[in-house]
């Protein structure tokens, strides 16, 4: 039988089977390791949500103002700690919005669109243009309008999720409100939000504006490529599929033919040139088996800050960790196959939780078969699992407890990047100790995609066919 808890204010009621196999176990005897590994996990995610709910939910010292007042002191709250994330410990992260503005001045300066940030699609100096226009050509006051610039798409996001939950602060706005200091300053110093967090307002239109989900999701796609994988996910319900391909197909026209018009046919295809001819970036899954013994012997293996604007590995090894990340992105692009025929075969039987489900699974294989990780790419993660958060059904405890976990996930790698990445990044004595912290990271991520791959492969299994996890329930 299923226990549950309910924290109070946050309604993370922890369904233990839902977290790993416990029908694995005996039955009936609570021992052995897995069931001991999820007590444990149990224990921890009540209080995280715990912790959660006193800081920004219906437990906090500001609890009793009114619901709007509530959330936008806890905005004002969790965004404050951020800053001073920013400003003290991992203000060295900022350098990523300079370099925008080193790019956007060489662009003032006469340089061919075609050469200024090639690595991203052209409609992303759009994005990062804004606030270099304001600044007068100002370095400092373009880092300042730039954090301005994401607050507010933060803010606007957050307002989305209160809409959702009719006026009342629900768990989605709580885990949201909790996701600025957890997630950390990356969500302010990147702009890998912004398509996150299209995804997930993607996710909460479908149901009403599934035409406009669509054109969110191309949006996302004209930042940063990775969000035209959700598409098929987003077309699976028959009875809005249509309407989602056709403001998918206009707006996709739109954006290449602009860019092409603007840039050219190189502008287009520069993003996925510049994927192409990177090396192994250390923080990578794929990179771990070479990472490893780096750690302990560093020679013969190097890790070198590149062009690429990141620290990639090199030695023996390499090539053929480069080749199997190619294998492992046409084994992932199987699977997301797989999903998206079962989701389209069961037509008006999927709902948006469903496709927020195959969203997570999608990305996380993305994020997990790249030879190329960054850390804002848990940004990608968190808004979708959040904005589910907002339609799952009442008793459906999963995703909560998936958002709180991916939520402490983010806690470690704040702590990997950048407060120690000298542990990772430079020949040091604490390099075994980093890379167990970066390993230890990507087990987390490994579990939540198999998470989400189950979740997503029972809630698309055929209506005659009992879904794994109903059965484990009922078991």
């Known amino acids: ?276 001819d990177r090396g192994l970036q250390i923080e990578s899954l794929i990179a771990l088996p070479l990472m490893i013994p780096w750690s302990i012997v560093h020679d013969p293996w190097t890790v070198d800050f590149t062009r690429f604007i990141t620290s990639e590995i090199w030695g023996p090894g390499d090539t053929v960790l480069l080749k199997l990340a190619t294998l492992l992105t046409v084994a992932a692009g199987a699977g997301m196959l797989t999903l998206w025929y079962r989701a389209w075969r069961r037509g008006k039987a999927i709902g948006a939780e469903t496709v927020g489900w195959i969203m997570l699974t999608t990305i996380g294989l993305l994020i997990l078969s790249n030879k190329v990780f960054s850390p804002q790419y848990l940004l990608w993660l968190s808004p979708v699992a959040i904005a589910m958060v907002a339609i799952a059904p009442r008793g459906d405890s999963g995703v909560r407890r998936f958002v709180v976990l991916l939520l402490c996930v983010g806690v470690l790698t704040q702590i990997i990047y950048p407060v120690l990445y000298l542990w990772i990044s430079e020949i040091y004595w604490a390099n075994p100790l980093g890379v167990a912290l970066l390993a230890l990271r990507d087990v987390f991520l490994v579990g939540f995609v198999v998470y989400a791959w189950r979740r997503s492969w029972s809630e698309t299994a055929p209506a005659a066919e009992p879904a794994p996890d109903s059965v484990a329930a009922t078991g």
């Open 1 to 276: 039988m299923s226990r549950r808890r309910t924290v109070p204010g946050i309604p993370v009621a922890v369904d233990i089977d839902d977290l790993v196999a416990v029908h694995d176990a005996p039955p009936g005897t609570g021992r052995g390791f897995m069931p001991t590994v999820t007590r444990w996990t149990t224990h921890f995610v009540d209080a995280v949500a715990t912790w959660i709910d006193r800081l920004v939910g219906h437990g906090a010292p500001w609890a009793r103002l009114t619901v709007g007042k509530r959330i936008l002191v806890g905005w004002l709250v969790t965004r404050a700690v951020m800053l001073l994330l920013l400003a003290l410990p991992q203000r060295t992260i900022i350098n990523d919005v300079l370099y925008y503005a080193d790019n956007l001045q060489q662009w003032s300066d006469g340089q061919p669109l075609s050469e200024v940030l090639d690595e991203y699609p052209a409609p992303v100096l759009v994005l990062v243009g804004l606030p270099w226009l304001l600044s007068f050509g100002n370095h400092t006051v373009y880092a300042t309008l730039f954090v301005v610039m994401m607050l507010a798409i933060d803010a606007v996001f957050c307002w989305l999720l209160y809409k959702q939950h009719r006026g009342h602060q629900g768990p989605a706005v709580t885990l949201w409100l909790a996701a600025g200091p957890m997630m950390g300053p990356l969500a302010v110093t990147r702009f890998d939000v912004v398509p996150g967090i299209l995804a997930g307002a993607a996710v909460l239109l479908l149901g009403r504006r599934p035409a406009l989900s669509s054109v969110f999701i191309v949006m996302g796609a004209a930042l940063k490529l990775w969000p035209a994988a959700l598409l098929p996910a987003l077309a699976a319900p028959s009875r809005t599929r249509w309407r989602v391909i056709v403001g998918a197909v206009v707006s996709g026209l739109v954006v290449v033919a602009g860019t092409v018009a603007v840039g050219g046919l190189d502008r287009l295809l520069s993003p996925l040139t510049w994927q192409s």
